[in-house]
T-cell receptor, first 114, second 113 residues
């Protein structure tokens, strides 16, 4: 069974530029999560999708971050414009459904904002 | 905020059992205890979860106290590849819940030869 795929694995941009990350969850997984992990901290949930609808985006900085999951499969997370404090690893995870237990994480995208 | 408390770091000798404690004194009746680990430069990996009974799988055992206010993850024969940050998380389970995971700082386990 293929795992959660993410791209790119690394990205370096300058502040005020825009960046997008892509995630392909495990086939059949209805729920998709985006997390932000700052160095030395645990992952923090940014947004949760159930199919193509948003379940929880309470921690998403909506003035600069956006995410979509148009067909209920792949998802993209965008930052525009980026700030220095956005430097982090962005993790995508998926599960069969909300409240159904385990989440499977991708390898993450390491973003450096200069 | 995370609802669990873990020691920031622990050491374990290779081949010995690693016992990682977790306090979750405010856990509610419908919350499960989950354990994940994160090896350097990788995404978190699910290990095990439980409600009130002890659980065992091919990776680890989970011991939950009778009052459910604390638990211990046991890696029976730690190897160097078990060096990682281990996260203990409480989360609601079942339909109608979001399954949201709130990660704390975790315990950094260093397995030494």
């Amino acid at each position: 069974e293929a795992g959660v795929a993410q791209s790119p694995r690394y990205k370096i941009i300058e502040k005020r530029q825009s960046v997008a990350f892509w995630c392909n969850p495990i086939s059949g997984h209805a729920t998709l999560y985006w997390y932000q992990q700052i160095l030395g901290q645990g992952p923090k949930l940014l947004i949760q999708f159930q199919n193509n609808g948003v379940v929880d985006d309470s921690q998403l900085p909506k003035d600069r971050f956006s995410a979509e999951r148009l067909k209920g499969v792949d998802s993209t997370l965008k930052i525009q414009p980026a700030k220095l404090e956005d430097s982090a690893v962005y993790l995508c995870a998926s599960s069969l459904g909300p409240g159904l237990g385990t989440q499977y994480f991708g390898p993450g995208t390491r973003l450096t904002v200069l | 905020d995370a609802k669990t408390t873990q020691p920031p770091s622990m050491d374990c000798a290779e081949g010995r059992a690693a016992n990682l404690p977790c306090n979750h004194s405010t856990i509610s009746g419908n919350e499960y205890v989950y354990w994940y680990r994160q090896i350097h430069s990788q995404g978190p990996q699910y290990i095990i979860h439980g409600l009130k009974n002890n659980e065992t799988n091919e990776m680890a055992s989970l011991i939950i106290t009778e009052d459910r206010k604390s638990s211990t993850l046991i890696l029976p024969h730690a190897t160097l590849r078990d060096t990682a940050v281990y996260y203990c998380i409480v989360s609601e389970h079942g339909s109608g819940n979001t399954g949201k995971l709130i990660f704390g700082q975790g315990t950094t386990l260093q397995v030494k030869p």
